[in-house]
């Protein structure tokens, strides 16, 4: 949905790099998830934020990963030491207070590609 | 845990003729349900989803599913397909309440080709 807003659109990143997604949910949404779509597979949860708090982390990896929904601003993803294993489309989706996903709206996604 | 499985990973039908794609499901509680499409490098597109009223899901573009708990499918439907439907279909589960109010887990998807 358009106005879910993610950028980059496209982002190379050589090995060993830092990557920086950016997520601007639709207005008056407070709640963001981050899925990531490897290569020939669907989408699997990574993270779900609210305004300043991570709720359930339960699908990012322990290590390099972070995410954070600052009071201001976007969300942001940042992968640090990028491998060629993070190459995959990630999704943000933001849903209005209350979290109910069945009000869940998806951006278009950032292609990462690490060289 | 939920989880979701697309029966087959591509289906292929001619212009006008049914198009079928099938999404059973596991789920510890009553489940919402969610068909998303996904055409090439763009985001996902929601279709339609089953939030424990009617069965018969109506969604956009013509598409239905129907939600059959004895057979914990919700299996997505179109009479008459159209070249414009060629993409990829994801069914995808969640539950309310709790740390996974939000979380959807995804099936592998179903690429769908529509033939002239």
């Known amino acids: 949905n358009a106005g879910v807003m993610q950028n980059p659109r496209h982002l190379v990143r050589r090995r060993g790099q830092e990557a920086r997604l950016r997520c601007s949910p639709m207005k008056g949404h407070s709640h963001v998830y981050w899925y990531r779509q490897l290569p020939e597979e669907g989408l699997k949860f990574m993270v779900y934020?609210?305004?300043?708090?991570?709720?359930?982390e339960s699908g990012m990896p322990k290590e390099r990963f972070s995410a954070e929904f600052p009071k201001e601003g976007p969300s942001i993803l940042r992968i640090q030491q990028v491998v060629r294993g993070d190459s995959a489309a990630y999704f943000c989706a933001s849903s209005p207070p209350g979290g109910a996903v069945t009000e869940a709206f998806f951006g278009q996604g950032t292609r990462l590609t690490v060289v | 845990a939920q989880s979701v499985t697309q029966l087959g990973s591509h289906v292929s039908v001619s212009e006008g003729a049914l198009v079928l794609l099938r999404c059973n499901y596991s789920?510890?509680?009553?489940?919402?349900l969610f068909w998303y499409v996904q055409y090439p490098n763009q985001g996902l597109q929601l279709l339609l989803k089953?939030?424990?009223?009617?069965?018969l899901v109506k969604g956009i573009n013509g598409f239905e599913a129907e939600f059959k708990k004895s057979e914990t499918s919700f299996h997505l439907t179109k009479p008459s397909a159209h070249m414009s439907d060629a993409a990829e279909y994801f069914c995808?589960?969640?539950?309310?309440?709790?740390?996974?109010?939000?979380?959807?887990?995804f099936g592998q998807g179903t690429i769908l080709t529509v033939h002239p």
């Open positions: 089953y939030t424990s009223a009617a069965t």
């Open positions: 789920s510890s509680v009553p489940p919402y």
């Open positions: 995808a589960v969640s539950t309310a309440g709790g740390t996974s109010y939000g979380k959807l887990t």
């Open positions: 934020l609210q305004k300043e708090n991570i709720i359930d």
